[in-house]
């Protein structure tokens, strides 16, 4: 049984919420992602997606813009696909941060996995259970003898991540872009 799955109403009313995160990442969280990318130069020649704040040798390592969206990408698959949907997936949590391929297909890739979190819940509600999200640093052993692993907490988890990296790439793409002002 999904601890807490249904305490708060149907199982109708859980897949709401699903489609409540997915229509606050997808009409807030995932166009500022965006834009911010934009701002940076997106995929063009010469930009700035591939650029960290700070070197890897600093005492404060930062990732790019690339690297980030890359691994929201990962966090969904994680946290959506394999927690919630009970899907089979493969996840290196540690090279997502290495990430130097194109950001728009990234960004593309974050849409479609978006557009999945309603089925996922449906499917988690049906199982009754929630799977290991795979590649985490997420201690869901502790989480689950306590109570708190629920759907709602991993559809607020997923929101939190997102919200998170976000303010990340915004504050690389002011630091990034103020850097090149002062030029």
């Known amino acids: 049984m999904v601890s807490g799955a249904t305490e708060a109403g149907d199982a109708r009313d859980s ?3 699903g489609r409540a995160v997915q229509t606050v990442l997808t009409t807030q969280l995932l166009p500022a992602l965006r834009a911010a990318v934009a701002d940076l130069g ?3 020649d010469g930009t700035l997606v591939h650029t960290a704040p700070t070197t890897a040798s600093s005492g404060w ?6 690297a980030l969206v890359h691994h929201l990408c990962g966090v969904v698959t994680s946290w959506g696909a394999a927690c919630l949907g009970g899907e089979s997936v493969d996840r290196d949590r540690t090279s997502e941060f290495s990430y130097a ?3 728009g297909p990234e960004l593309d890739r974050l849409d ?3 557009a999945r979190l309603p089925e996922w819940t449906a ?3 049906a199982r009754g259970d929630l ?3 795979t590649g985490t640093a997420f201690d869901e052993d502790t989480a689950r003898r306590s109570g708190t692993f629920t759907i709602d907490w991993v559809l607020a988890h997923i929101l939190h991540d997102i919200a998170g990296h976000l303010g990340h790439l915004e504050l690389t793409r002011d630091v990034l872009l103020t850097r090149l002002e002062r030029r």
């Open 15 to 17: 897949g709401d919420r």
């Open 112 to 114: 479609l996995l978006v």
């Open 123 to 125: 499917a988690a509600l």
């Open 61 to 66: 390592p930062t990732n790019t813009a690339a």
């Open 131 to 133: 799977a290991h999200p």
């Open 42 to 44: 997106g995929d063009s």
């Open 101 to 103: 391929g194109p950001v």
